[in-house]
C-alpha cells in the first residue's frame, strides 16, 4: 500500500524556519521524482520545489528561491523542505507528491501557518 505521510508543519514567526519530512513507503523510492506542493485557502495548488531522482536536480518556485531547500535521502525514503525566512504569504497546506511513469502519489498534507 502506497503511503506519504508530512510532518513537520506549524505555527511560526514571519522570518522563523520549519522543516517539513514525507516519509513514503510502498514504492521503490528512489525511482520516483519527488515534490513539495501547497494550497493557500481560495487558491488552487502550486508547485513548490521538486527533486529529481537524481539530487542534483532541483527546481523551485521563483517566490521561494533561496529560502526553501528541498532533499531526499533514499535510504531512508524521505523527502524533506527546508523552510527559512519564511513569509505570511508562505502559510497554507503543504503535500507530498511522488511521481513516476503512470504513478501519482499524494500525501494528506501538513498545515503551515506564518503568523505573528
Known amino acids: 500500500q502506497v503511503q506519504l505521510v508530512e510532518t513537520g508543519g506549524g505555527l511560526v514567526q514571519p522570518g522563523g524556519s520549519l522543516r517539513l519530512s514525507c516519509k513514503a513507503s510502498?514504492?521503490?523510492?528512489?525511482?520516483?521524482?519527488m515534490s513539495w506542493y501547497r494550497q493557500a485557502p481560495g487558491k488552487e495548488r502550486e508547485l513548490v520545489a521538486l527533486i529529481a531522482t537524481v539530487e542534483s536536480n532541483t527546481n523551485y518556485a521563483d517566490s521561494v528561491k533561496g529560502r526553501f531547500t528541498i532533499s531526499r535521502d533514499n535510504a531512508k525514503n524521505t523527502v524533506y523542505l527546508q523552510m527559512n525566512s519564511l513569509k505570511f504569504e508562505d502559510t497554507a497546506v503543504y503535500y507530498c507528491?511522488?511521481?513516476?511513469?503512470?504513478?501519482?502519489?499524494w500525501g494528506q498534507g501538513t498545515q503551515v501557518t506564518v503568523s505573528s
Open positions: 507528491n511522488a511521481r513516476w511513469a503512470s504513478g501519482n502519489y
Open positions: 510502498g514504492f521503490i523510492f528512489s525511482w520516483y521524482a
